[in-house]
């Protein structure tokens, strides 16, 4: 008797699983994997800092205006994350500081997705003269470091929030390309793409209504963790000067102005360097997760 519920109850989940589609699938998988769902509440939180940072602490009176009587505070309870060297509030300036780092990267991101995106899904689908010439540009800023070519175009044009955009995206392109690349060549002789041209469509619609849609698991994988590093590449610019510049926050700008006082004042690199590694851990959790998720062999 036990036997045959428990085979009604899986009779019944898969129902359940078919009914929904495959999102519900993928949500099913991913939430039995308690690391992707601590990364998930984690980026979550995140977001909320985000949204929630300019009602919670005010810019012009909290965040930039300094007051040196307050300067090198530990943390209190007034000041939980204490002050900085110009007695700015830290625990302030993290939230704060968390707009321009994780705003800067989803933009730049995004960019890099389409651009990318586009470009190799070019390459996979016509391939010929054209997927070598796209794939031998991409080689070439392959063969640069990311970081470095990132800083080598802030340095050419100047340090700004949309030339660091400019440089995040650029730097981001290959790798995009190259997973899109892959995921079309797997697709793109199935038997619904035939479908599609024999039928008269279009190559562009092929590739935006057949293809693109079926190759999202590895993209959206690729997207996750691609977050996490431009995070990290955004900070490493704000550090060396090329990023966000004062007076707003930026958690790598803020570990930069606070490196003189690590010594005595741990606490002001302390907590930022903290949520560059707490936030990069849960987006790499959370896309592995996806990964694991959307691949049908480990299901």
Not at 164 to 180: D, E
């Amino acid at each position: 008797m036990s036997k045959e519920k428990k085979n009604t109850a899986a009779a019944a989940e898969a129902g359940s699983a078919k009914k929904h589609g495959q999102m519900y699938d993928v949500w099913r998988h991913l939430r039995r994997n308690k690391g992707a769902m601590v990364g998930l509440a984690i980026v979550i939180l995140l977001i909320l800092m985000v949204i929630f940072a300019g009602v919670l602490f005010d810019y012009d009176t909290v965040v930039i205006k300094q007051d040196i009587s307050q300067r090198l505070q530990s943390p209190s309870a007034s000041h939980p994350f204490g002050t900085d060297e110009l007695g700015r509030d830290i625990l302030s300036r993290i939230f704060h500081g968390a707009r321009m780092s994780l705003g800067i990267s989803f933009v730049a991101v995004c960019f890099s997705l389409v651009v990318g995106g586009l470009l190799g899904s070019v390459a996979g689908f016509f391939g010929g003269k054209l997927d070598m010439v796209i794939m031998r540009c991409m080689d070439i800023l392959l063969a640069i470091p990311n970081i470095l070519l990132a800083i080598t175009i802030v340095a050419a044009l100047g340090a700004s929030n949309l030339n660091l955009i400019i440089a995040l995206t650029i730097s981001s392109v290959p790798g995009f390309s190259r997973i899109v690349r892959g995921a079309v060549l797997t697709v793109r002789d199935s038997e619904y793409i035939e479908a599609a041209r024999a039928i008269g469509a279009k190559n562009a619609r092929i590739i935006l209504s057949h293809v693109l849609p079926n190759c999202m698991g590895p993209i959206l994988v690729q997207t996750t963790l691609n977050v996490g590093s431009v995070i990290l590449s955004t900070a490493g610019l704000s550090f060396l000067g090329l990023g966000v510049q004062a007076p707003r926050p930026e958690w790598g700008a803020m570990l930069s102005s606070g490196r003189t006082y690590i010594r005595d004042y741990s606490y002001i690199t302390m907590f930022p360097g903290c949520m560059i590694m707490i936030t990069i851990l849960s987006l790499n959790l959370l896309g592995d997760g996806l990964r694991d998720a959307l691949d049908p062999r480990l299901k």
